[in-house]
């Protein structure tokens, strides 16, 4: 990346860097629909535009932050391929987007990831390595896969090329929509949300920007509220996307730009992904519930706005959905 500037000893990716990287992956990403509904609008108050990254390559938005990893690194970096960890769709995103280049990919999983996330990894031609459920273990188990390998690690969002990529998202929104009052997006990790910060706070100043968190799983609203990070090791969450916690990068962007972070019950989140897909029709995962879920919540906040909502994606077990356990 060209235009990255240093601060505190981060390296912040500019809205340059997001510029180049959409043109780096237009050719391996879709330019997903957004998508309303009369219902969603009368039942809050507003008007909510949802960008449907379930529709995504490898069925999430991370594609665009792996595949602008992926396609930017220089041809004498490849022969090692790229690793990573994650909890599923950065995973199976950085598989398929090492899949396109023709390099080889390792991931180290949670064991209790969902099986259709692991099996996708698979598909695409990714070896998984799985670890406990765990932020210590996942790290530890990917500290010795990458020093037998020498791959590229690719983080699955405390990296500039990651985050630039995903700020295509809000960008191809507000190409579309024009400026609006708010954007509010999931927040495990943070790529996302800082992806969206970057675009927002340097094209739509105005838009309020808010991340939605599960309440089980909150260490970025306590972050917040407390003004640094604060770290869960392992929270259990039916969004399980959400588990992993901010990063020093994913920090910067997150206290600088959020205007709050809003969070949601695990009851809350699982009506909110039945009344999606039982009104919109679409498959959306547990995750992707969550920011409808916090909207609903909190309607006197968004009541009368045009809002953003970013759908974050769609891989889910269609033999194990929450409104089905128990």
């Known amino acids: 990346m060209n235009a990255i500037t240093q601060t505190d000893g981060l390296y912040i990716p500019t809205y340059d860097d997001v510029l180049e990287a959409h043109d780096r992956i237009k050719p391996y990403i879709h330019c997903t629909p957004i998508l309303t509904s009369t219902f969603m609008n009368d039942l809050i108050g507003a008007e909510l535009f949802f960008k449907c990254e379930n ?6 938005f991370k594609v665009r932050g792996a595949s602008n990893a992926v ?23 950085l598989s398929y987007a090492a899949g396109r280049r023709g390099i080889p990919v390792t991931v180290v999983m949670p064991r209790t990831a969902p099986e ?16 406990e459920p765990s932020t210590s273990s996942r790290e530890a188990v990917f500290a010795d896969v990458v020093a037998k390998s020498g791959a590229d690690f690719v983080h699955p969002y405390n990296d500039p090329r990651v985050i630039a990529g995903q700020a295509t998202c809000s960008r191809e929104m ?17 790529g996302m949300i800082s992806g969206t910060c970057l675009t927002v706070s340097n094209t739509a100043p105005k838009t309020k920007i808010y991340a939605a968190e599960p309440k089980n799983a909150d260490d970025a609203y306590r972050s917040f509220k407390a003004g640094h990070i ?14 992993v916690p901010l990063k020093e990068l994913t920090w910067h962007f997150v206290s600088d730009h959020v205007e709050d972070i809003l969070v949601a019950t695990e009851q809350e989140i699982i009506d909110a992904m039945y009344l999606t897909w039982q009104r919109m029709k679409i498959v959306m995962e547990p995750s992707s519930a969550v920011p409808l879920a916090t909207i609903i919540k909190n309607k006197e906040l968004f009541a009368g706005k045009r809002v953003g909502v970013i759908i974050t994606g769609g ?4 033999k194990k959905l929450p409104w089905m356990q128990g």
């Not at 996330?117 to 990714?126: D, I, M, S, T």
């Open 55 to 60: 529709f995504q390559k490898a069925g999430a």
């Open 71 to 93: 396609f930017g690194l220089s041809d004498d970096k490849i022969a090692k391929g790229v690793a990573t960890h994650s909890s599923g769709n950065h995973a199976l995103s």
């Open 116 to 131: 259709a996330k692991k099996a996708a990894v698979r598909g695409y031609g990714g070896t998984v390595v799985e670890c």
């Open 174 to 190: 507000l190409d579309e929509l024009g400026e609006l009052d708010a954007f509010i997006a999931p927040i495990g990790g943070g």
């Open 230 to 243: 604060i770290a869960d090791d392992a929270p259990e969450t039916v969004a399980d996307g959400l588990k």
């Open 315 to 318: 891989n889910v077990d269609l």
